[in-house]
């Protein structure tokens, strides 16, 4: 059981490291494009207020009125030149008046330069003009530092962010993955036990053949071969009808049941497992008074399983009755089987349908039940898209089960 619990322990752990690594990784790519989209975003619109600027002073240029005198809204972070073809500046605005020109530029291009008006670099933006036969070029220039400003509170943004989505992430995936083992170490605790229980009911026909066969082989002077033969018979038969009912089970586990939808008289099935159970001679009085005509879709052989489980089940508890009813209401069939003896404790009725769960283990294995009657029934139920329970039958004091399904014309 340790080793067990270290073994889930570290694939929760794996799982967990593994997650936050690549949620870590997601993360900081999608956080670094984000970074460097911003910025870059943010870049072109100084850029491009930078040449709205200096296009506007070139069209006054342009229009023939000489080169202006040019100003700025402010002077820590802006400033404009105007170059004539020999490098000359002709114009300036008030920060950068005396400066030779700030930038080497061709009309269109832009670059960053290093200016006495800020320790960071500006970034510089060219537009040609022209006058008659003089050319100029305007430039412009503005600080980045509301970029960088923008791009620095994104960034501690995220590495502040970053770390507790990851916290989340690892605290989300170990919780996720510890329900999911807990539900594997469940089915494989279930599973372990249908093991156990099948390998038990399997070895105990097996065991009754042997003993016979061997008691034979020592006294085969008074051996009855048709007692012997009888015997093998029936436990050859418990074999098989226990074969058949783990089959249609780990069907049922690969959710591969499948029923045919054919219509079914319903009250045909149960009025002929009322007919068979009174064949027998030591068997509880059976009651089929309240059957009443009832059709559903489905499979006949299945839903003929499914109420030979039921009666079956009630002959073997009731002490002297079984009752069959069946009646369609609203558009839903309803079958009730009901006996009178011990009942199912209301603390055990969430259970019964279970596989292999015995109430009365020792009284079940004598009477020759498995234990998978009722988990047959509630899988078989389900694929028909019905619902069983049990609760307590009205007047005999014994065990209810209720089968309801949708009704057919």
Do not use: Y
């Not at 399997?202 to 003993?211: D, G, H």
């Not at 012997?228 to 058949?244: I, S």
């Amino acid at each position: 059981m340790v080793g067990k619990r270290r073994r889930l322990r570290a694939v929760r752990v794996r799982a967990t490291v593994i997650t936050v690594v690549a949620v870590a990784l997601a993360l900081v790519a999608g956080g670094t494009v984000l970074v460097l989209g911003l910025r870059a975003e943010l870049s072109n619109d100084v850029r491009d207020a930078a040449r709205s600027r200096a296009t506007e002073v070139a069209r006054v240029i342009e229009a023939g009125r000489g080169v202006p005198a040019v100003a700025v809204a402010d002077p820590d972070e802006e400033f404009l030149q105007v170059v004539d073809e020999q490098g000359t500046v002709v114009a300036a605005s008030s920060n950068v008046e005396g400066l030779p020109a700030l930038a080497d530029l061709r009309p269109g291009g832009s670059t960053e330069v290093d200016t006495p008006i800020d320790e960071d670099p500006f970034l510089v933006v060219a537009v040609g003009a022209r006058d008659g036969d003089r050319r100029f070029t305007v430039l412009d220039g503005r600080t980045p530092a509301g970029v960088a400003e923008a791009t620095a509170t994104v960034t501690r943004m995220l590495l502040i962010g970053l770390p507790v989505l990851l916290l989340l992430a690892a605290a989300a995936t170990w919780a996720a993955v510890g329900r999911t083992l807990r539900w594997v170490a469940q089915a494989e605790e279930a599973q372990r036990r249908f093991v156990s229980d099948a390998s038990h009911e399997l070895r105990s026909p097996l065991a009754t053949v042997r003993q016979h066969a061997e008691v034979a082989l020592a006294h085969p002077s008074g051996a009855d071969a048709g007692r012997l033969a009888g015997t093998v018979l029936d436990e050859a038969e418990r074999m098989q009808r226990l074969v058949d009912d783990l089959l249609l089970l780990a069907r049922a586990d690969e959710d591969a049941i499948r029923p045919r939808r054919r219509p079914v008289d319903l009250d045909d099935l149960v009025l002929e497992e009322a007919r068979r159970l009174r064949e027998r001679r030591d068997g509880p009085r059976v009651d089929c008074a309240g059957v009443s005509a009832g059709r559903v879709l489905g499979d006949e052989d299945a839903l003929r399983r499914v109420v030979r489980n039921l009666a079956e089940n009630a002959d073997r508890h009731a002490r002297s009755r079984v009752s069959l009813t069946l009646g369609t209401t609203g558009g839903v069939v309803r079958l009730d089987v009901d006996d009178d003896g011990p009942g199912v404790p209301e603390g055990e009725r969430a259970r019964i349908f279970e596989r292999f769960v015995r109430l009365d283990q020792a009284r079940a294995r004598r009477q020759g039940g498995s234990g998978l009657g009722l988990a047959i029934v509630a899988e078989l139920v389900a694929a028909h898209g019905g619902t069983v329970r049990v609760g307590t039958a009205p007047g005999l004091g014994g065990a209810r089960f209720t089968v309801t399904l949708a009704a057919t014309p």
